[in-house]
């Protein structure tokens, strides 16, 4: 009963006036089109080199695979000494509200030194807010969904509301080492179980008319038919991971971008280093044992299916790939943004 009541609340006012249509197909044929590669210092000190378009062309840390999926890897044959070579992708366009549908296949995470994570962000960081969807660092078993935004933005712990489980309530990115308010999935199935499942799909629904932001993972054996069919409904949902609640999204949520990163080691995974025993029993440090154990990596890749973003509305309302919501220059806004956030203690 619960789920079904804020399964209602998510459609709210718009449910009598439209569908979920496609505003964004990121197709296998344009995808990397319509990302940004950003090749700067890793604004969380990771022990990375991230590669620009055409090195990572010419490297084949991107491709288009005979199977017409996007392929995202990091380099898995050098050692190196200045941080392993990897790919970070920032959308061009950017989104204030929608639904964002991602079927993945296979993710990086579960690898000692990895802190893979599909994200959004926007300007200014943080006063448009951070959505982090799938993300996770070493050895983690199950995935966390974090909010990181401006002062004022508190969730509420809903009971029922959602399958995961809240750690923090805060989303106040100064507060606390930007732990952000945080919900920490409860399955296997969302990280160290994600790729032998082949996957799923995640949609994260950002609803700046009901103020509230949810995540659902659905298994590749239980996607919905509604999703699978391009024409999703969300009533056939059930009950959302993670459900943010209590914060004025219109307020702390826009121009969002969507983020695929790959770094190592920095101020999550290498800080935690330690505490993984699986992972501190290779190496004195995570900056060792990324450096020098290549092979490691060769499954820390991203493999997507597809991507949509979706808007409510009619039919003619939404313009499938269009370029209207820009960011403009992704490189200097970024690292703008991305340069002042401090360290993460979880």
């Known amino acids: 009963m619960i789920s079904t009541l804020f399964l209602a609340l998510a459609a709210g006012s718009w449910a009598s006036s439209g ?7 990121y197709t296998p044929d344009i995808f990397f089109n319509m990302f940004d590669f950003y090749d700067g210092q890793d604004p969380t000190n990771g022990f990375v080199q991230y590669v620009d378009s055409a090195t990572a062309n010419s490297s084949s840390l991107t491709e288009v695979t005979s199977e017409n999926q996007i392929y995202i890897g990091v380099d898995h044959t050098s050692t190196s000494t200045s941080g392993r070579s990897s790919v970070r992708l920032n959308s061009t366009a950017s989104y204030s509200s929608g639904l964002v549908i991602l079927d993945l296949e296979h993710f990086p995470g579960g690898i000692c030194g990895t802190w893979p994570a599909f994200w959004m962000f926007g300007p200014d ?8 969807i799938l993300e996770g660092v070493n050895t983690q078993s199950a995935n966390q969904m974090t909010l990181h935004t401006a002062n004022g933005c508190q969730i509420s712990e809903t009971h029922g509301a959602m399958a995961g489980t809240v750690s923090s309530t805060d ?8 732990e ?5 999935d409860d399955s296997t199935s969302t990280y160290s179980g994600f790729n032998a499942n082949k996957g799923g799909v ?12 949810q995540i659902w993972f659905f298994n590749r054996s239980s996607i919905p038919a509604d999703i699978a069919a391009g024409k999703p409904t969300m009533e056939s949902w059930g009950m959302p991971r993670a459900h943010f609640g209590g914060c004025d999204v219109q307020s ?8 695929f990163d790959n770094t190592f080691c920095g101020d999550w995974a290498g800080n935690s280093w330690s505490s993984d025993d699986s992972c501190a029993s290779k190496a004195d440090s995570c900056d060792d044992f990324v450096a020098n154990n290549p092979a490691a990596f060769k499954d820390a890749y991203w493999l997507i299916n597809s991507l949509k973003v979706y808007q409510w509305g009619t039919a003619n309302s939404t313009s499938t790939n269009s370029t209207t ?10 690292a703008r943004a991305r340069n002042a956030r401090p360290v993460r203690l979880s």
Not at 19 to 25: A, N
Not at 325 to 334: A, D, E, Q
């Open 180 to 184: 952000g308010c945080a919900v920490h």
């Open 19 to 25: 569908s979920w249509v496609v505003q964004h197909d």
């Open 252 to 259: 702390h949520f826009s121009d969002l971008t969507i983020v």
């Open 325 to 334: 919501n820009s960011t403009g220059n992704y490189t200097s806004s970024y």
């Open 202 to 213: 995640f949609a994260t629904q950002v609803d700046p008319v009901n103020q509230v932001i």
């Open 171 to 178: 989303c106040y990115a100064y507060a606390d080492g930007n």
């Open 125 to 132: 960081w943080p006063t448009h807010g951070e959505i982090d």
